[in-house]
């Protein structure tokens, strides 16, 4: 014979009416959350720009193309015609980033889309220095992140970060900053 369970013979007829007195007065609030049945539509101009952020992505880091740069080591790299003392100054930590991108829990796709993201935000803001957290883990991020940094045209330059930015489970980039009027005299 099966037991009906919303029963419960170990609440007594007392306790059923101080729980009755005591949500007395209260009332039933209406549900704020709307679900809608499909998703709402994106404008074509929202559409255009996700299509062209991801196309630049694509386009910047691919997983066909490896760079010759040594990712088991000490990550180190400096564009082409850019003064080599900028590895050195990022390796002793005389540059604070002043943004922090952590990639820890995403796949590749993901963090492609984040470091497009992160070099778009530092352009814009102006800031030059940015450390990527790329974790130890399996160690896919972490011979990638370097990888796809040096195909993109506006990081300068690449280094392990110090200890106090992650050391090797991180590392500090340059961005090529568009000079000011103000700054060119």
């Known amino acids: 014979m099966k037991k009906d369970p919303l029963s419960n013979a170990d609440i007594s007829p007392d306790d059923i009416d101080m729980f009755r007195r005591s949500i007395n007065g209260a009332r039933i609030f209406k549900q704020d959350t709307h679900r809608f049945a499909n998703k709402p539509k994106i404008s074509q101009a929202k559409l255009f720009a996700q299509q062209k ?36 100054q990022l390796r002793r930590g005389d540059f604070i980033p002043d943004l922090t991108l952590d990639l820890h829990g995403l796949n590749k796709e ?14 814009k803001k102006h800031y030059y220095c940015a450390c990527i957290i790329h974790g130890i883990g399996g160690h896919i991020l972490r011979h990638k992140v370097p990888q796809y940094l040096v195909q993109h045209p506006d990081v300068i330059a690449i280094h392990q970060a110090p200890l106090e930015y992650g050391g090797k489970g991180a590392v500090l980039i340059l961005i090529n900053l568009p000079q000011s009027d103000e700054f060119r005299r």
């Open 110 to 123: 993901l963090a492609k889309d984040e470091l497009a993201g992160l070099i778009h935000e530092c352009k």
């Open 53 to 88: 952020k991801q196309h630049q992505a694509e386009f910047f880091f691919s997983d066909e193309y490896v760079p010759d740069i040594d990712t088991n080591g000490t990550v180190n790299y400096v564009r082409e015609g850019e003064d080599r003392f900028l590895a050195k």
